[in-house]
């Protein structure tokens, strides 16, 4: 892959926006896996779309959309559908005048799986809406409703071109391609159903009653070895009695190792010799939870493990990667690395497999003092992944590794092609290595607002109608989607200022954000500013820059949002902590201020933000750290990996060393956010300071790379080895 050159490597200036063009994974488990405990597992097919969530938060849009008879009728009309009573949801809508405004509570009535939808009127609002958010949710809503009344002409016609989404999906279809003459691919449909999917035991007993024919030991081992990937233990069980006697032995083995690590281990060394990945896998896991890291590794080594990520990648990927940061807790790198380096992803899971090469590479780097080796893992990364943030942080390890191997030249090309992206974490690092005066030019991608264009999509009626009513959950999923769909930058830019005019500039940095994975940049949509209050509170005040920074990751900027745990306004200000917070800077504690007052909130927010910044010693790093984990949480991890503080433990290999990957991204994010903060706030002539914000409050030690004056950026992954 060619990347377009942004400027001189020996220039002191590098301007983004018009050439940046790589991107962000982006900081969530992957579809289709779901967290029970500690335990990350694979949802049912069923389930693996749940559809938008609808929070409770509300703020109307500054610039009435409706008229003010509508607005209160649409308004009772979703109050209405929050409770799933559709009979007054609809009744309501249909007094309403808006167009867009009933189609939005038609779309969610259909998405409710419990509104009695039918497949008529599913698929026919799939086929005339085909722009609309939620589509895979709509599928298996439409699958879920697809009846004995339902033609089999018409249900082969709904799954043209396309692969149901769901397993009573796949066994429907299988079941019209019969009635319609395709006997031999409809009963390999029926099959991979029963496989596939999460059925409840009615619908279980009606598919074997139908179909136990061609529902054979085999067919029928491989559905309880998926439900046993998914947790699925109880569906597992009443399955038991038609596996083979061998196949029973093997799930039996599964669930004790899932309920009963110890004797599921002793079970499964009395097991005859067996490759079966599904067992592999429980293996691993009842291992780790045992604190067998040794044995488990060897297992992963020595294992199907190639077979088990071929299977179930992202599951798979998630047992390897909590492995691999347990043996980096107790200092068993070896092992670490075994489990990143042997789990068998292969580079068409994009996810897992990017995570799986950078984490093989970093430990090989710099605990195994491996830079050849960790060479290999980052030119596979670098290939495997496209947006900015991981793009550059994938070449800034090439450099760091070639930097390692003694090829100052070859790391120098790398720091450069990372620097590609100078608005991320590793792009501005890999910037301070090969310039002494780095700066930061913030250059908006040319376009001209495409208003008509976006006044007349088919979606811009219905963000209109959500913002006048408050929806802002439905807002920002409709927003992004029409971001996706119609991606244009001129496009993009009216969108955003549309939004930014009827109030929600934090549902612009939502589409900002999506526009700049595919390197469209309006950094005043990207990165909002705010007005900064004097700091009230105790010790270490935060300067305006680590301020945005936090808001921006907490919130981008949303002054009304609550989080699931209670957490509250711009700054995500827990009750319990304001209060406390209030005392320290001598204001009276109000609750329901901290969603409607910005000024209180950053108030308090910054008197909890300095005084974690004076609990840590200046460092932002760690303060960064525990506004998002907890001090609690950054005390265990000084005690595991060391202190940044300390000239013994490098800062960024801390940072990387957190558990945590949400926390992991957030101190990454704070510290590249305020970069751009100081070029918003404070001009062009800002030099570049991440270095020693990093390093805070000791100095820094990262020397500036010596280089030859004339190289550019790096060729393709792997062609320059």
Known sequence: ?????????????????????????????????????????MQPISDSDPGPSVSPERRVSNIPILSASDHDIYTQAFSAADRGDWTGAKGLAAQGHSADANKLIQWRYLLDKNSGATFPEISGFILNNPDWPAKETLYARAEKAISPNTSPQSIVAFFSG????????????????IATGNAERGRKMIQQGWIDGSFDPSDEADIIARHGDILTPDIDAQRVDKLLLRNEITAARREMSRLSSGAQQIAQVRIQLKT???????????????NDPGLLFDRVRALRRQNQLDEAAALVRSGPSRALAAQAPSSWWAECSVAARNALQVKNYRAAYTFAANCGIASGE????????????????????????????????????????SKARA????????????????????????TQA?????????LAKIDSTPHLVLNDTPAQAATSAYDGDKLSGAIRALADLG??????????????????????????ADLVKMGFRDVAVRVAKQASYDGVYFWSYLYPTVTVPAYVGNGIAPDQYYVHGIIRQETEFDPSAVSGPGARGLMQVMPSSGRIAAQQAGLPFRPNDLTTDTTYNMQLGMTELGKRLSDFGGSMVLAAASYNAGPGNVNKWLDTYGDPRSPT??????????????TRNYVQRVLDNMEVYRVRLGGASQPLQIVNDIYKPRAAQIAVLQYPPAVGTMAPAGDDK
């Open 162 to 177: 396309r692969t149901p989404v769901t397993g009573l999906g796949e066994v429907r279809y299988g079941e019209a391609l």
């Open 350 to 389: 994009s996810l897992p497999y990017s995570e799986a090469q950078f984490l093989a590479g970093w430990i090989a780097l710099r605990f195994l003092n491996q830079p050849q080796t960790a060479l290999t893992h980052f030119h596979a990364l670098a290939k495997a992944v496209g947006r900015p943030i």
């Open 422 to 430: 100078p608005e991320t974490f590793y792009g501005q690092l890999a």
């Open 260 to 274: 009963d690590p110890a004797a599921g281990l002793r079970a499964a060394d009395n097991l005859a010799a067996s």
């Open 471 to 496: 929806q802002l959950s439905l807002l920002r999923l409709f927003a992004v989607q029409d971001a996706t769909v119609y991606n244009q930058p001129g496009h993009i830019k009216a969108l955003c």
């Open 395 to 418: 070449y800034y390890w090439v450099g760091r590794a070639w930097e390692a191997s003694g090829n100052p030249v070859k790391a120098a090309i790398a720091y450069h092609t990372a």
């Open 1 to 41: 892959m060619n990347f377009p050159r942004a400027a001189s490597l020996t220039g002191s200036v590098l301007a983004i926006g018009a050439v940046a063009a790589f991107g962000q994974a982006k900081p969530a488990l992957p579809p289709g896996l779901t967290q029970q405990g500690g335990v990350v597992m």
């Open 649 to 662: 433990t490098d800062p960024i290999d801390w940072i990387e060393s957190i558990p945590f990957s949400e």
